[in-house]
């Protein structure tokens, strides 16, 4: 099943959303939501989504970026934003440290459909979960996997990507591919005035 995806603006996607217990997380209603997850995110397509994004206020995300989709993108663009992928994850009342360098790329959010922005974003995360029967599970995420995990969690307390972008650097997707999407950060930064 297709589930919705709310739209900017719409308050679940402001408040904190609430953790979930073992027993809830085996439940048929949270089994299930996953994969309605899972399926919606790829159909987006996309690689996360999180509760909120579907209505719900519970800390829950799923995330995948797929080999198949990478394939298509030029070798530089992935060895640029040190992007590999990633196995489908599940991740619930995830707590994450963020560590090494901020760098600064194009990002879009499923919920700001038709947008992306300038938003640094640390290289590394170490995250601390449950897994989807509820189990406790670590892991230590780089590159463009650590920016899905940052994204991802910051909608689960009520943060957007739009409140961490370079508000310059706000622009459609279609003009992100025209005019931005193969320069350079630094390049980008200078022709935009940023900083
Ligand atoms: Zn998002």
């Known amino acids: 099943m297709l589930l919705k995806i709310v739209q900017i603006g719409h308050p679940v996607l402001r408040g904190a959303a609430r953790p979930l217990t073992r027993d809830q997380i085996r439940s048929p209603e949270i089994q299930g939501l996953i994969e309605w997850m899972r399926e919606t995110m790829y ?8 509760a909120p994004q579907v209505g719900l206020g519970l800390q829950l995300a799923v995330i995948e970026d797929r080999a198949d989709l990478l394939e298509s993108m030029p070798p530089e663009h992935l060895a640029e934003r040190n992007r590999k992928p990633v196995p ?10 963020t560590a090494g360098d901020s760098v600064e790329f194009f990002e879009g959010c499923l919920s700001v459909s038709g947008f992306a922005a300038l938003v640094p974003r640390f290289t590394e995360a170490r995250v601390d979960c449950l897994d989807h029967r509820g189990e406790p599970i670590s892991f230590h995420a780089e590159g463009w996997h650590a920016r899905i995990v940052q994204h991802e969690v910051d909608h689960l307390f009520g943060t957007v990507y739009i409140d961490r ?5 706000l622009a459609t997707t279609a003009h992100l591919s025209r005019y931005w999407g193969d320069l350079p950060t630094a390049e980008l930064k200078k022709r935009l005035a940023i900083e």
């Open 88 to 97: 489908f994850q599940v991740l619930i009342n995830p707590r994450i440290e």
């Open 165 to 169: 972008m370079h508000t310059r650097s």
């Open 43 to 50: 159909d987006a397509p996309g690689v996360g989504l999180a």
